[in-house]
């Protein structure tokens, strides 16, 4: 019965992992409808600009325009990215979407492999 039961504590974490693990996909122009998520949101790098310590991209959209997605890489992680900051390229970014003041979406980046070229 012990055996039986760790079985199937084993089994259900295994399957929890799995679906935390799921990330959906979305576009620039949908990731402000999933707010709170953990998703990978895909877009061409339109401009960047340095803030407080960070380096925003701008998705889809200059980094200041309404509805922008911004893309926030702490300037520690720089070095480990495109030289370029990915500027012209479609990409894709994963981790958790919050909203930021231009009435857009943001994903804080803590990680490079979080980011991969189209």
């Known amino acids: 019965m012990k055996k039986l039961l ?5 089994f259900g974490f295994i399957c929890f992992c799995a679906f935390a693990s799921y990330a959906a996909d979305y576009s620039c122009e949908e990731a ?5 998520e ?3 949101v895909c877009g061409k790098i339109v ?4 803030y407080e310590g960070q380096t925003l991209l701008g998705m889809g959209k200059a980094v200041m325009e309404p ?4 893309i926030e890489v702490a300037d520690a992680l720089k070095e480990k990215l495109d030289k370029d ?6 990409i894709c970014v994963t981790g958790e979407i919050h909203k930021n003041p231009s009435e857009g979406a943001s ?3 803590t990680d490079a492999a979080q980011i991969k070229v189209k």
């Open 6 to 10: 760790c079985a199937i504590m084993v």
């Open 32 to 36: 402000a409808k999933h707010i709170g």
């Open 38 to 40: 953990t998703a990978t």
């Open 47 to 50: 401009d960047t600009m340095p």
């Open 67 to 70: 509805g922008a997605v911004g």
């Open 85 to 90: 900051l990915y500027v012209g390229k479609e």
């Open 107 to 109: 994903i804080t980046v």
